[in-house]
């Protein structure tokens, strides 16, 4: 089985601008999870699509936001970019559902700089 | 909210020894208790797993171990090489609401020596 993918890769981003990065998930797998890793926070929880709802959301501002398709890939959007969400998002992907739902597998990472 | 810590922080060990990192949480509705690897420069990868139904687990020479009552699980590497150099997360999941969320610890940097 194909592992966890995201596109972009480096994503380098103005201030002010927004950002949508993508995930695509393990076939077979319905929830995905978005988190944000910083050398200040470690890695945090953004929020979680399973079945293309909401299932749980971090505490991150109105700023951060995601959506999940009917094929399970996901998208996360952040609008007007500040100089603090320079990150290594993470998408991870999962059953969701049934005896293995919990154990998630993380992509390669998109990495964001804000200048 | 879920309050996650794990300790120490750091770690170095000479290869061939053995090395323990405990976490401690306070969701007491958390019931998956997973440990993750992250080399530097990549992802981190799930190495071992518990479910709150179980005290142990072992895979060759790695380990975890849980206690509920007290709130905390550690993970136990025996006979370390220099390639489990990396930072381990210890990560339960949230608990107490629909979803697989992982509320993840600061991290556990072990280095290995030869």
């Known amino acids: 089985k194909a592992g966890v993918t995201q596109t972009p890769r480096y994503l380098i981003k103005t201030r002010g601008q927004q950002v949508t990065l993508s995930c695509s998930p393990i076939s077979g797998h319905r929830s995905v999870s978005w988190y944000q890793q910083t050398p200040g926070q470690g890695l945090q929880f953004l929020f979680e699509y399973f079945s293309e709802t909401q299932r749980n959301k971090g505490n991150f501002p109105g700023r951060f936001s995601g959506r999940q398709f009917s094929n399970s890939r996901s998208e996360m959007n952040v609008s007007t970019l500040e100089l603090g969400d320079s990150a290594l998002y993470l998408c991870?992907?999962?059953?969701?559902?049934?005896?293995?739902?919990?154990?998630?597998?993380f992509g390669p990472g998109t990495r964001l700089t804000v200048t | 909210g879920e309050n996650v810590e794990q300790h120490p922080s750091t770690l170095s060990v000479q290869e061939g020894d053995s090395a323990v990192i405990k976490c401690t949480y306070s969701d007491s509705a958390s019931n998956y208790f997973p440990w993750y690897k992250q080399e530097l420069g990549k992802r981190p990868q799930l190495i071992i797993d518990i479910r709150s139904n179980v005290g142990e687990k072992k895979d060759q020479r790695i380990a975890v171990t849980l206690n509920k009552t007290a709130k905390h699980f550690s993970l136990h590497i025996t006979e370390t090489q220099p390639e489990d150099s990396a930072v381990y997360f210890c990560?339960?999941?949230?608990?107490?609401?629909?979803?697989?969320?992982?509320?993840f610890g600061k991290g556990t940097t072990l280095s290995v020596s030869s």
């Open positions: 990560a339960p999941r949230k608990g107490g609401q629909a979803g697989t969320a992982l509320i």
């Open positions: 991870a992907s999962s059953l969701g559902a049934g005896g293995d739902a919990y154990e998630q597998y």
